[in-house]
């Protein structure tokens, strides 16, 4: 099936979740072309770059869906893109362009345990995998986050741990997360793992699951969802360079 046209949405409210994270709940009358049963799945939001008439995208994470609205988690940090920069100012009545929503991407629930790693950026997509678990599902979440206040309440089985990691720096120390996850108890049975962080973070996070713990990569989803000093058009030209030079 097609996906839909990219279509215009309003700003319904703008609610701060942590310091660093702001929900941004988007409705209006073209939101019925959004396809149900979307949480997780990625969108484009199309902003024009400030004092220009350049058209910027950028891909952020449904983390709610209602029938009549979604809800778009931002992460806040003072080097600020377009798209934090326009959350922050964004107030009720204000539109944007939406297109997607892309292909979810979930953990195998029919894994024996459950392993997912990820900083802010993925921390929408964390929670929802979280949430969709079985309710006897095993394993860790490893969530780098930039403050201690940043820590949010996340639905999940009891058998997940969560483990929060705190860098104030995102970004500036690539082996933080992979040195964490070096840490878990690696439990018996077949894994299904999730990753998604910082360029360099995710290429040791990788390199950790696929050469030291010899992951199968149908039980491995890894993904790079920003790099650091790079553009979002820059850091697709090195993701695509890396997924190419690595066999993905």
């Known amino acids: 099936m097609a996906r839909p046209a990219p279509r215009n949405l309003q700003v319904i409210s703008s609610t701060p979740i942590t310091p660093h994270m702001l929900r941004i709940t988007l409705g209006g009358a073209e939101i019925d072309s959004f396809p149900a049963d979307q949480e997780s799945a990625y969108i484009k939001l199309v902003f024009t770059a400030p004092g220009s008439d350049t058209t910027l995208m950028r891909t952020y994470t449904v983390r709610h869906q209602r029938p009549d609205q979604l809800d778009v988690d931002f992460v806040l940090h003072e080097d600020a893109g377009p798209a934090s920069q326009w959350a922050k100012a964004a107030k009720p009545g204000d539109s944007v362009v939406v297109g997607g929503p892309g292909p979810k991407k979930l953990v195998d629930n029919a894994a024996d345990w459950f392993l997912i790693v ?3 950026t993925a921390l929408p997509a964390i929670s929802v995998n979280l949430e969709q678990l079985p309710a006897d599902a095993r394993g860790h ?6 403050d201690e206040r940043d ?4 639905r999940h089985p009891d058998g997940i741990r969560l483990h929060w990691l ?12 992979v040195n964490q996850v070096r840490q878990l108890e690696w439990l018996p049975g077949q894994p299904s793992i999730w990753a998604a962080c910082e360029f360099s973070s995710m290429r040791a996070l990788r390199k950790h699951f696929r ?3 010899q992951v199968d990569r149908r039980s491995l989803y890894i993904s790079s969802y920003w790099k650091l000093g790079n553009s979002e058009d820059q850091h697709k030209l090195a993701k ?4 190419d030079a690595a066999g993905d």
């Open 240 to 243: 695509r360079e890396d997924a």
């Open 211 to 213: 050469e030291e713990r």
């Open 141 to 146: 979440a490893v969530i780098e986050i930039i």
């Open 151 to 154: 820590i949010q309440p996340l």
């Open 166 to 177: 705190v860098n104030p720096h995102p970004g500036e120390d690539s082996q933080l997360l």
């Open 118 to 120: 990820g900083d802010m």
